[in-house]
């Protein structure tokens, strides 16, 4: 080949290359989701994709702890994660997240006004809510005769082998914690040791440990207790009112979930047409329908079933005191040795 042809040949490269990689930033035709297992509804991913064209991969975590850990690995960009309340908070102090720009966001106008510039994003500037919630106690009634209303009560001899919980250190140290006065975000070496000898107790009590269902090992009969996310209780009622919701007396989490964009996010124009689309009153309605845990969206309240409303484990009666988590930096790590060692023991 002439040199001149050479040239106009990798000219001709350049220019279709520099083509598709500007096309591809004005219409991102991807975003790669991490969000929680059971909690984003294919209908909902699938009516985005129809509408924008743009393909959604979505990869499931269980934890904030595990969500982390893949996202500061680096081994794979998101454009979206659902972190909760005391992990935002730690992304923000970390410089982990992208503001958002609302003025691609403009259905951020139907967020219910409590769950907007909480402790955790004080100026809104970074997440949008996907779903609030609580951890609290499942009672199989019809197995269960005791009137149970605190942790105390679950964690007892006879109900060894009998009972689920979540697979969260945060989650089960801060139970513990409340039973001995202490907040969820009283993480201190003492505290932790004082907590100790009362989980050494309560874990050889446990059959299953399952953050993403829960409610299946109640569902099948293989245990008869649990404490699990409220939304998992939602749909274990609906499926039969003898499983029961109780708060813990002694005091219990209230999480807030939220959608955010990491600050390497490959197409971050996605992640904002995303959380504008579910911000959408019909869609967040959808989100309710398949996972009813506490909807964030005023608008989309207003489009909920009387039934829905009056779920307990939803929207539990009167107005329970519950606690948020806040970021306890790396005290997370003796959090999460603590019961990792201790179910090691068995
Ligand atoms: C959904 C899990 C709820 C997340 N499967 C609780 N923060």
Same mark, same amino acid.
């Given at each position: 080949m002439k040199r001149t042809a050479i040239i106009t040949v990798i000219g001709l490269v350049a220019a279709v290359a520099a083509w598709s990689c500007s096309s591809k930033q004005e219409a991102p035709k991807e975003l790669n989701l991490f969000a929680w297992s059971e909690y984003v509804p294919q209908s909902v991913i699938d009516g985005f994709s129809k509408e924008t064209g743009i393909k959604v991969n979505y990869e499931t975590y269980a934890s904030n702890e595990e969500m982390l850990a893949k996202l500061v690995s680096g081994a794979q960009r998101y454009d979206l994660i659902q972190p909760s309340e005391y992990t935002i908070e730690a992304l923000i102090k970390e410089k982990q997240l992208k503001p958002i720009d609302w003025s691609k966001v403009p259905? +951020?106008?139907?967020?219910?006004p409590q769950f907007?510039?909480?402790?955790?994003?004080p100026k809104q500037e970074y997440s949008v809510p996907w779903m609030a919630g609580s951890v609290g106690i499942v009672v199989n009634t019809d197995k269960v005769k005791d009137d149970i209303k605190g942790y105390n009560d679950v964690f007892q001899e006879k109900y060894k082998g009998r009972i689920v919980v979540l697979d969260d250190s945060r989650e089960i140290v801060s139970w513990a914690l409340a039973t001995i +006065?202490? +907040?969820? *975000? $009283?993480?201190?070496p003492e505290n932790l040791a004082k907590v100790k000898p009362i989980l050494e107790k309560w874990?050889?009590?446990?059959k299953v440990y399952d953050s $993403?269902?829960?409610?299946t090992a109640l569902l099948n009969g293989d245990v008869d207790i649990g404490i699990v996310w409220s939304g998992e209780a939602a749909l274990l009622y609906n499926e039969d009112p003898k499983f029961k919701y109780v708060l813990p007396s002694e005091g219990a989490h209230q999480f807030i979930d939220s959608l955010a964009i990491p600050? *390497?996010?490959?197409?971050p124009d996605a992640s904002l047409a995303f959380m504008n689309y579910i911000l959408r009153p019909e869609v967040s309605k959808l989100i309710s329908a398949d996972f009813p845990y506490t909807n964030p969206n005023l608008e989309a309240r207003k489009l909920l079933s009387p039934e829905e409303l009056k779920n307990p484990a939803s929207y539990p009666p009167g107005s329970p005191k519950l606690d948020t988590f806040a970021d306890i930096g790396e005290s997370s790590v003796q959090v999460d040795k603590l019961v990792t060692d201790l179910k090691a023991e068995g």
């Open positions: 259905n +951020g106008k139907n967020i219910a907007k510039n909480l402790p955790h994003d +006065g202490k +907040g969820p *975000n $009283d993480v201190t874990l050889p009590l446990v $993403d269902s829960p409610k600050a *390497n996010a490959p197409n």
